[in-house]
């Protein structure tokens, strides 16, 4: 089992940047898929990206391409969202969360454990 804690979330301005933190407990962190997600009010819950177990391969939306970087730190038991660029429609609370799956995943029901999750709020 491993229990997730977002931070680095607040309130920025259009082309702005935040860098979100998600520390995991547990001493198996490195062997889960790490992925982050997004809810906006009345919206589902979307995929942003995902990372494998030793950060080399990743997967984004489209929608974040380019202007998103996730990486993690097994030592640390922490993964990372860097966010540049900010949108007013990015928007959101932002989970990271971590799936027991075997290749890089982007549906959230592969995911088992979530965060709480960070609120980003960006103006225009």
């Known amino acids: 089992q491993v229990q997730l804690v977002e931070s680095g979330g607040g309130l920025v301005q259009a082309g702005g940047s935040l860098r979100l933190s998600c520390a995991a407990s547990?001493?198996?962190?490195?062997?889960?898929?790490m992925g982050w997600f997004r809810q906006a009010p009345g919206k589902e819950r979307e995929f942003v990206a995902t990372?494998?177990?030793?950060?080399?391969?990743?997967l984004y939306a489209d929608s974040v391409k380019g202007r998103f970087t996730i990486s993690r730190d097994n030592a640390k038991n922490t993964v990372y969202l860097q966010m540049n660029s900010l949108k007013p429609e990015d928007t959101a609370v932002y989970y990271c969360?971590?799936?027991?799956?075997?290749?890089?995943?982007?549906?959230?029901?592969?995911?088992?454990?979530w965060g709480q999750g960070t609120q980003v709020t960006v103006s225009s």
């Open positions: 969360a971590a799936s027991e799956a075997t290749a890089l995943v982007v549906g959230k029901g592969n995911y088992r454990y």
């Open positions: 547990g001493r198996t962190f490195s062997s889960y898929i």
């Open positions: 990372i494998s177990w030793k950060g080399g391969r990743q």
